[in-house]
């Protein structure tokens, strides 16, 4: 009975852990900041600049990079091509194809990426979700969950805070500025 009562409490205190995991995230019901409407296909078609790094969940900084992207918008599909230029030397390039379904709607593919992206627009915010094998320094890959945020700031630039996962455990941020060119 004792052990029973002690896996008990482990598993609560697992559950209330992994609830905590998630807590101040930003949310599309969150007061909105500006009037302003990001238009996903309006700011991405041409080029962008972004500067970013990633942040372990214990908050220390392990990798810095420059992202310069082309966008092309046809009226239906919202295409990227991102080459990422690292502070180690390394480089690497993702290409998106988005396809917007909806007013507010998004999905989304690029290599690596595990079945669709899906993400939606509100106001001036961005959510857009998914699963990537994201390649490492070593040469090898890690399978993560991205929940990517982005907001438009009053001088057109965009913030993009992106919480990573893997196994529903927090592995660190992505903090990323957009300008466009």
Do not use: H
Not at 18 to 29: D, H, I, T
């Amino acid at each position: 009975m004792r052990y029973l009562w002690r896996a008990a409490l482990m598993m609560g205190a697992l559950v209330a852990m992994l609830g905590l995991a998630n807590c101040g995230r930003p949310s599309l019901e969150d007061e909105k900041l500006s009037d302003q409407k990001l238009n996903l296909e309006e700011y991405f078609d041409g080029k962008t600049v972004a500067y970013g790094q990633f942040k372990d969940r214990f908050g220390t900084v392990r990798r810095r990079f420059k992202v310069e992207i082309d966008g092309t918008w046809d009226g239906e599909q919202l295409r990227l091509n991102e080459r990422f230029a690292y502070a180690d030397g390394s480089s690497e390039t993702r290409n998106w194809v988005l396809t917007k379904t909806g007013p507010d709607d998004w999905v989304g593919t690029a290599e690596g990426v595990q079945g669709e992206a899906r993400g939606r627009e509100v106001g001036d915010t961005f959510n857009w979700a998914y699963t990537i094998d994201l390649p490492l320094p070593d040469g090898d890959s890690m399978r993560v969950d991205f929940d990517d945020w982005m907001w438009l700031l009053e001088d057109g630039r965009l913030l993009n805070i992106a919480y990573m996962e893997r196994f529903g455990v927090t592995l660190g941020e992505v903090t990323i500025f957009f300008e466009q060119r």
